[in-house]
């Protein structure tokens, strides 16, 4: 099957600093990826979506002024989580993919983040 | 809203059959997914149905009916590496458009010597 990365796995920061989040397709390109946000014992829930060249679509709830999403290439897609704050702490992950009918979307390793 | 229902919990124990079961309520269906995935770790997947009937693939098989809106999970001969949470997902909207999967909550399934 098709391979996404993710980097970092993990990172930690200080409250009210930025962090990017990476999200490649290593040997397939992908017009759209899609970005989740995964509490501790909850299920993945979708927060937007990323469109090369084109703005992403967020999810009810989710700000899009906070979390910045970039799809400048088809193999590249950016998570930027801005002003983090300790309620965001959380495990991230991005899939591509699933753009057939029974292809299923890929998911990358995701990252931890973690708030101080 | 959408609603997918799972149990959040199993326990069964080492080479037995544990099913695990799905039922969702959802303004469209283009297909349903079930996912394993241990903790720490990204989802990886299982199965797809999206006709009715039984999809069987190794030690797994999943089942799907559209008119109940219900799906299970069957995992045969179980092994201690099963232990995981399972994910039942649905699929909205046709494929390439914009809204993709809709998860459960998922099943936390522990596997006992």
């Known amino acids: 099957g098709a391979v996404v990365s993710q980097h970092p796995s993990r990172v930690i920061c200080k409250s009210g600093t930025s962090v990017k989040i990476e999200c490649r397709s290593l040997d397939f390109q992908a017009t759209t990826m899609f970005w989740y946000r995964q509490f501790p014992k909850q299920s993945l829930m979708l927060m937007a979506t990323s469109n090369e060249g084109s703005k992403a679509t967020y999810e009810q709830g989710v700000e899009k002024d906070k979390f910045l999403i970039n799809h400048a290439s088809l193999t590249l897609s950016t998570l930027t989580v801005t002003s983090a704050h300790p309620e965001d702490s959380s495990f991230y992950i991005c899939?591509?993919?699933?753009?057939?009918?029974?292809?299923?979307?890929?998911f990358g390793p995701g990252t931890r983040l973690l708030v101080l | 809203g959408q609603n997918i229902d799972q149990p959040t919990e199993m326990t069964a124990t080492e080479g037995a059959i544990v099913q695990i079961n799905c039922t969702y309520q959802t303004s469209g269906f283009n297909g349903l997914f079930w996912y394993q995935q241990h903790a720490g770790e990204a989802p990886t997947f299982l199965s797809y149905n999206v006709l009715d009937g039984l999809e069987e693939k190794g030690r797994f098989s999943s089942f799907l009916s559209r008119s109940k809106g219900y799906s299970y999970l069957l995992l045969k001969e179980l092994q201690m590496k099963d232990s995981a949470s399972y994910l039942c997902?649905?699929?909205?909207?046709?494929?390439?458009?914009?809204?993709?999967?809709?998860f459960g909550s998922g099943t936390q399934l522990t596997v006992l010597p």
């Open positions: 899939s591509a993919g699933g753009l057939v009918s029974q292809e299923t979307q890929y």
């Open positions: 997902a649905v699929r909205l909207s046709p494929p390439g458009s914009a809204r993709q999967l809709t």
